[in-house]
């Protein structure tokens, strides 16, 4: 028997089709067996494809995952994987960490008190995608500042601006510019807090909302006010 890691992966084949990538695979097969357990599971009526994502409501996909996962040392969830409870690690005497693969706060896949009582590690992908959302947000600021959906239609229907343009009325040249103004931010979770570094070099004057941060904090990572 192999004394490398043995990691099980439990997705539906879309899932598994669409997150399972070669590169992410010869990592981890560089040092640990990798498994798939495919789990299709009972969608929610309408839905197909990446728009369910579980868990599995299919009780023979809890038994494939019992009788798969006795000799698991990591499980990763995903889509179509079913809950993740008691009785499933119960069957894992050697499980020590569970990662969700894509997922808001473990997707309701994951039991975390049950895996914590066990001395399981639970990971998950809340905020990997927090960093480029923050750019994307900059981006759109710059760009609706500048009113260029307009302007990109316009280019692309043939037109150009003529000498007779009103440009004092377009909004695009009035208020192109960030640099110096004034930003609202509802919520500073992660985006929120990267958003702030990315306007620093725009000197914008920030305001926040945000009930569940203390105003102290969103002072501290850049806002002028905070309620």
């Not at 990691?7 to 067996?33: G, K, M, Q, W």
């Not at 698991?72 to 499933?88: M, N, R, T």
Request: hydrophobic residues 40%; proline residues 6%.
């Amino acid at each position: 028997m192999s004394d490398r890691p043995r990691v099980l992966v439990c997705a539906n084949t879309n899932a598994h089709d669409r997150y399972i990538v070669e590169p992410d695979v010869s990592r981890l097969r560089a040092f640990a067996d990798l498994d798939w357990l495919p789990s299709e599971g009972r969608q929610r009526p309408g839905a197909t494809g990446w728009e369910w994502g579980g868990p599995s409501s299919d009780p023979a996909d809890r038994e494939r995952m019992r009788a798969r996962i006795a000799d698991a040392d990591a499980l990763i969830v995903c889509h179509g994987s079913p809950y993740v409870d008691d009785e499933i690690l119960a069957a894992a005497p050697k499980l020590r960490i569970i990662g969700e693969l894509e997922g808001d706060r473990f997707a309701n896949r994951i039991d975390v008190g049950a895996a914590t009582a066990r001395g399981i590690r639970v990971t998950d992908t809340t905020h990997g995608s927090s960093l480029p959302v923050a750019e994307w947000a900059l981006g759109l600021v710059l760009v609706g500042l500048r009113n260029a959906g307009a302007h990109f239609r316009r280019l692309t229907a043939g037109e150009y601006y003529r000498p007779g343009d009103d440009l004092a009325n377009d909004p695009g040249w009035r208020m192109s510019e960030l640099t110096g103004r004034r930003v609202g931010l509802l919520g500073l979770g992660h985006i929120g807090r990267r958003l702030i570094e990315l306007l620093g070099p725009f000197r914008c004057d920030i305001s926040v909302h945000d009930p569940y941060v203390a105003k102290e904090v969103a002072l501290a990572v850049g806002a002028r006010e905070a309620w």
